[in-house]
């Protein structure tokens, strides 16, 4: 009897991991205005469930509230919110201008827009984009360089266009000049003339510039704002709360370089996206194709850890994280983080007064601030430049905290 019963217990138990297994796969939070993400805030729950160190993740948001003015902390593992912290004008409700983050939310929406409009462009990745066909008011070229630009040059940083400051040519880093902007250039023709380095695919340098330009041929592709197409593409089916473009009202375009303006529990909705390969439910609303490409490097940029838009961490220069992380960073310090083989997505919410000024933002706060971070200033310089990816505000040092969190 006792042995039947033990075997019972043991097929009871495996069943029960199976199921468990399942849920974690299966899930996908409902909008937040319909119960939203399921929690767990109680320390012991939150280890025996999502087998993490709450503990561990208070030391990471005390290290998160040092390295930006205002900010927050969530986390997510197996499919539950297990740690979900602000300061400052950090909160659920807030809109900021995410900075650079919005490169990866410019590059998702190109994975869309190539599969969907695969007729008009057939080479995907590969198609030479400076052309009458694809950006005609780019002709004549600026320099005739950019006649074997790529769409996948531009979507790695590897287009030879440059922001200034410096690139990286087989490891070394090099020295690069930007063209003064002419007062009478568009912000499309702002970023079409921005100027070379060098060829495309021989070197890698960070470049907002390089970033909307692909987002143009976008434009041209779908017959809409880059913010529209994913509203329709993503927003609408995810159920995000209120979000947008932080442009001031001022822009004519969608500025692919940058500034999405994302609640915090629906920028984890976006990695939850990303780490299930574009999947949310039943629907495949990113081609898992596209989406396995953004993981890992790219064989249009070999000269840095940084895919289509997004840094990646096979070579493991974030030592303290699994090599199959990646992630994208803002300045401020703002960075979303997916990393399957933890089945974990991290939000690193930050910034400063700037990016939660609602003459940017184009969105009115929706709380109450306390004025606790007024006049802050970093205790310790956390921002820097190495040269490969540009910069970082302390996420990736946050990346190697949040990992330390969860339980072997």
């Known amino acids: 009897m006792r042995t039947h019963i033990s075997a019972c217990a043991i097929l009871a138990f495996a069943g029960a991991a199976v199921l468990t297994a399942q849920s974690f ?44 003015q205002h900010g927050g902390l969530l986390v997510v593992r197996h499919g539950y919110l297990v740690y979900e912290r602000y300061y400052g004008k950090g909160n659920r409700e807030a809109n900021p201008a995410m900075a650079s983050v919005g490169k990866a939310y410019a590059s998702i929406g ?71 902007r002419d007062p009478s250039w568009s912000q499309d023709q702002a970023a079409l003339q921005q100027g070379m380095w060098c060829g495309p695919g021989e070197g890698y340098s960070y470049s907002s510039q390089s970033t909307h330009v692909a987002t143009i041929v976008l434009r041209h592709l779908i017959g809409m704002e880059l913010q529209q197409y994913l509203d329709e593409k993503l927003a609408k089916p995810m159920g995000w709360g209120r979000w947008g473009w932080a442009t001031g009202g001022k822009l004519e375009h969608t500025p692919g370089g940058g500034n999405v303006a994302v609640r915090a529990t629906d920028a984890l909705r976006f990695g939850y996206l990303l780490l299930h390969g574009g999947k949310w439910g039943k629907q495949q609303l990113v081609p898992a194709d596209y989406v396995a490409m953004c993981a890992r490097p790219s064989q249009y940029n070999t000269h840095s850890p940084f895919s289509l838009q997004f840094e990646v961490n096979q070579d493991g220069h974030v030592a303290g994280a699994p090599k199959d992380a990646w992630f994208k960073s803002g300045a401020g310090g703002f960075g979303i983080v997916m990393i399957p083989s933890l089945d974990m997505v991290i939000y690193k919410m930050a910034g400063n007064d700037a990016q939660y000024d609602p003459e940017l933002t184009q969105m009115p706060m929706l709380y109450k601030y306390d004025g606790s971070r007024n006049g802050w200033k970093p205790p310790v310089k956390t921002q820097f430049n190495d040269g490969n990816v540009g910069v970082d505000d302390g996420l990736r040092r946050l990346i190697e905290m949040a990992v330390a969190a969860v339980i072997p």
């Open 25 to 68: 796969q299966d899930y996908y939070p409902p909008p937040d205005s319909k119960g939203g993400w399921r929690t767990l805030t109680d320390a012991a729950k939150i280890r025996k469930v999502a087998g993490v160190d709450r503990s561990r993740l208070d030391q990471a948001f005390e290290y998160a509230s040092r390295t930006s």
């Open 110 to 180: 190109c994975g869309i827009g190539l599969a969907e409009k695969k007729d008009k462009l057939p080479l995907g990745l590969e198609t030479e984009v400076f052309t009458e066909k694809y950006l005609p008011e780019s002709l004549p070229l600026s320099d005739p360089r950019k006649t074997h630009i790529k769409l996948g040059h531009l979507l790695s940083m590897s287009s030879g266009m440059t922001d200034g400051g410096q690139g990286i040519q087989n490891g070394e880093a090099r020295p690069t000049k930007t063209v003064p």
